[in-house]
């Protein structure tokens, strides 16, 4: 019940992105009894935890860490929740709440199995922490590239992070993150002339000239992906052209793309080979870059040996590793950390109305952390 309680009192926190709410002075007090050196990191109105316990008070042997957010997303119309949503209700074996699956509950559980950690292993030679921001769902601008941007600067590094995403599909344990694709965007400019449809000879249409060059950048093959990741992926998210009058020939044309691109291929070299494409077809455009994600992948190793049995022995089920989804804040942290996972609970509920975790999957969400952690300082 100690994993239920501690997501409660998380949930009945409103830390709408980018507030905190009082979240991270909770989890400092469960913390700070266990030995743990709070470090508040916050900038840009956002707050941020480095949290550290050290064998003996000085650094020594690995860190392993636990990532996560305290910032939901709003909670969209009042009225459509069965329960209100900063009110945590169990109902029919689930924990009702914003926040309860992505991801307080994670946080609640890491919390536990850290408790258990040390009481169980006092003198264990390895580093405990958590990194802890309240910008994950919003810009995350100031959140946890902060942390890991200060911990770079002197010199502090991660060896092993559990991102505590909620990742698994259908029941708890099916289900690890072991990288992210990367995230390009562009917006382009195909540069015409203007002018009177009835008289074509004067004019150059930018979404005539442009029509070639796009359908050559959508059926062109990126990458072959590889044992991780799929092949790369190109997508035109917004095109405009015009000024709204059916006999104009519109001057530009303004297309919106991006890739999710994996370890197979480079920001370098996606640009460089639309560079050369729109050259060879002619275009005159302007095209600003936008990197919004590095890719990033922790190969089978220590820490992904270690959740994948940890899984086993506490659910009974081989854990699948996948790449798919959106970012996360791992992007930022695996700059100073080589093995880096996302696990936590099922996402089905996560940004909806009536956001729910299964109670019974909050004592076993802990134990894997426990297990996970415990195969890490053992090793």
Not at 37 to 50: M, Q
Not at 173 to 186: E, I, V
Not at 293 to 298: I, V
Request: hydrophobic share 40%.
């Amino acid at each position: 019940m100690a994993v239920l309680e501690k997501a409660r009192a998380l949930i009945a926190r409103p830390s709408v992105t980018p507030e905190d709410a009082g979240c991270l002075e909770l989890i400092g007090s469960w913390l700070t009894p266990l030995g743990f050196r709070l470090e508040r990191i916050d900038a840009g109105g956002v707050s941020n935890l480095w949290a550290r316990r050290d064998p003996g008070g000085k650094p020594a042997g690995r860190v392993i860490c636990f990532a996560g957010h305290t910032d939901v997303v709003p909670t969209g119309p009042l009225e459509q929740w069965t329960s209100p949503p900063f009110e945590p209700t169990v109902r029919d074996g689930y924990l009702y709440g914003r926040g309860a699956a992505d991801m307080k509950s994670s946080i609640a559980a890491c919390v536990v199995a850290m408790e258990r950690l040390v009481n169980r292993r006092p003198a264990s030679v390895d580093s405990l922490a958590l990194l802890l921001t309240s910008d994950e769902e919003g810009d995350a601008v100031d959140g946890t590239v902060r942390v890991v941007e200060a911990l770079k600067a002197r010199g502090e590094t991660i060896d092993f992070c559990i991102v505590g995403e909620p990742t698994c599909v259908s029941r708890l344990g099916d289900t690890m993150k072991n990288g992210r694709r990367g995230s390009l965007s562009a917006n382009l400019s195909i540069k015409g002339v203007q002018g009177h449809v009835a008289y074509p000879h004067l004019v150059k249409n930018p979404v005539h000239l442009a029509a070639p060059a796009l359908a050559e950048l959508a059926a062109t093959t990126w990458d072959a992906g590889n044992e991780y990741f799929p092949p790369t992926s190109f997508q035109i998210s917004n095109a405009h052209a015009g000024t709204g009058a059916g006999n104009v020939v519109p001057g530009t044309f303004e297309i919106m793309f991006n890739f999710r691109f994996s370890t197979a291929s480079t920001v370098e070299n996606l640009q460089s080979r639309v560079h050369a494409l729109l050259d060879r077809h002619g275009l005159e455009y302007d095209i600003r870059w936008t990197l919004g994600a590095k890719p990033f992948l922790t190969p089978r190793g220590a820490l992904c040996d270690a959740l994948t049995a940890a899984t086993a022995d506490e659910a009974g089920i081989a854990t699948e590793l996948s790449t798919t989804g959106g970012t996360s804040d791992g992007r930022f942290i695996a700059d100073i950390c080589p093995q880096l996972v996302e696990f936590g609970p099922v996402n089905a509920s996560i940004h909806k109305v009536d956001e729910c975790i299964a109670v019974a999957d909050l004592a076993p969400l802990a134990r894997i952390y426990e297990r996970t952690f415990d195969r890490l300082m053992s090793a």
